[in-house]
């Protein structure tokens, strides 16, 4: 059965104080990594795709890796506006839904 | 462009009764997805549409709950005989295609069952 468990559950930084947010994943062939930003009552919004592993992604503050077993979703100096729940979900070669984690509240104090 | 919409946004029902949530996705999505994220949880894939092809159901917690999509476009989840425990946020997704493309998902529907 895939599985994705995200760590930690909640992270309060200050703003400027870098921090990495963790993702394991076991599925029986990886077709993608997702991660998603969600904000309160709103639906997910799509940051980043990886597909194997090494591969690396950049958008903004936020830098996004992948190895076989984990991915990790690195935010360098952050900001308030960062304050989001952020989500890793997996995709298994063999079914096309994704099975998420249950993401990691971040919160960023000025 | 439009993306994803559902309706309505808020649904609050009593118990036994049957509710229908509706979904618009991309234009020219041909992938359609139903997650249903409970407070505190993760999303939960409910069921998936590609195409003409049938529908992958094996996410639906029970027979109660079913999904249709008319014209490769529009889908419609039906909850019937509604329970307490159905009271989540559902959320519609669409990617251009099923398999690696990433998945845009609407604002959600809040059910609450009394």
């Known amino acids: 059965e895939d599985q994705v468990t995200q760590s930690p559950e909640a992270l309060r930084l200050q703003e400027g104080e870098s921090s990495s947010l963790n993702c394991s994943y076991t599925?029986?062939?990886?077709?993608?990594l997702f991660w998603y930003r969600q904000d309160p009552g709103k639906g997910p919004e799509f940051l980043f795709t990886?597909?194997?592993a090494g591969e690396e992604k950049e958008k903004e503050r936020l830098k996004a890796t992948l190895t076989k077993k984990e991915s990790f979703l690195h935010i360098t100096a952050p900001k308030p506006e960062d304050s989001a729940t952020y989500l890793c979900?997996?995709?298994?070669?063999?079914?096309?839904?994704?099975?998420f984690g249950s993401g990691t509240r971040l919160q960023v104090q000025p | 462009g439009a993306g994803v919409s559902q309706s309505p946004s808020n649904k609050v029902t009593e118990k036994g009764k049957d509710v229908e949530l509706r979904c618009d996705p991309i234009?020219?999505?041909?992938?359609l997805y139903w997650y249903r994220q409970s407070l505190g949880q993760g999303l939960e894939f409910l069921i998936y549409?590609?195409?003409?092809?049938?529908?992958?159901k094996s996410g639906l917690p029970s027979d109660r709950f079913s999904a249709e999509r008319t014209g490769g476009s529009v889908s419609t989840l039906t909850i019937q005989r509604t329970q307490q425990e159905d009271s989540a946020v559902y959320l519609c997704?669409?990617?251009?295609?099923?398999?690696?493309?990433?998945?845009?998902f609407g604002p959600g529907t809040r059910l609450t069952v009394l």
């Open positions: 990886l597909y194997s």
């Open positions: 599925v029986s062939g990886l077709r993608g």
């Open positions: 549409f590609q195409g003409n092809s049938a529908p992958d």
């Open positions: 997704a669409s990617s251009k295609q099923g398999g690696g493309n990433e998945q845009f």
């Open positions: 979900a997996a995709e298994d070669t063999g079914r096309r839904a994704l099975t």
């Open positions: 234009s020219g999505h041909t992938a």
